[in-house]
């Protein structure tokens, strides 16, 4: 394409509401599978042929962040009003940076209190992140775990429950810090990685937070403006 600009409206399409699945298969790796050969023929598939697919001695890279509970609720002080917290990156124990939504966003120095009590100050503002201190020694991994929701994704129209704290997860998760799922890895299940193993098909392992960056919505018309959020890595 050279220097030319790509328009963002050249990925517009129409997907119907319901053709988004809004709770999870009961099994993993039921989930369709597209399998488009380069220059040949375009197959649709279950996940579960990945390893027929592959070929022995293949590697097959993971991401194994694991998901925080980095959605909460909390009203403003003195004034009442509610906002709306998603945690984007601990900083320390007991700072992050977040995103806040709000009738009216907040000024720094702003004290936050949760539904159940805990209380946060905004210290600062990074573009549209803001830096939040708790004040309170039991440390924000704590305050996530008793306090915080899944954050599932927007175009899942529903409210988290119980089962999406495991479920919106890969089974093999185990470093804290993303915001969101590495969602290519959610359809892996333990019969799965048991049949890659005895084709000779080998796993690695990096840890990538996901952010909220992916679900940012492009609003420039050049796809070369639109600015993403950074992630550690």
């Known amino acids: 394409m050279g220097n030319r600009l790509m328009k963002s409206s050249v990925f517009d399409y129409e997907l119907s509401p319901d053709r988004i699945g809004q709770f999870p298969s009961n099994c993993r790796s039921a989930s369709r599978l597209l399998d488009f050969e380069v220059g040949g023929s375009i197959r649709d598939r279950c996940f579960s042929d990945l390893p027929s697919i592959l070929d022995p001695n293949d590697l097959l890279v993971l991401n194994d962040t694991w998901v925080l509970p980095a959605r909460m609720f909390a009203h403003k002080v003195p004034s009442g009003g509610r906002v709306e917290i998603l945690i984007e990156r601990q900083t320390a124990d007991d700072q992050c940076l977040a995103q806040i939504r709000a009738h009216k966003a907040p000024k720094v120095g702003t004290r936050l209190i949760t539904s159940k009590g805990s209380k946060f100050i905004t210290e600062g503002r990074d573009g549209s992140f803001y830096h939040l201190r708790i004040e309170s020694k039991e440390g924000l991994a ?92």
């Open 142 to 233: 704590n305050v996530l775990d008793r306090e915080g929701e899944v954050p599932l994704p927007p175009y899942i129209r529903r409210s988290p429950n119980k089962a999406d704290r495991s479920r919106y997860q890969t089974i093999y998760a185990r470093v804290p810090g993303a915001v969101a799922a590495p969602t290519a890895g959610l359809h892996f299940d333990k019969v799965l990685f048991s049949t890659l193993g005895h084709r000779g098909i080998a796993t690695e392992f990096i840890t990538l937070h996901v952010g909220a960056g992916p679900f940012q919505p492009i609003r420039t018309e050049h796809v070369q403006d639109h600015q993403m959020h950074s992630e550690w890595i």
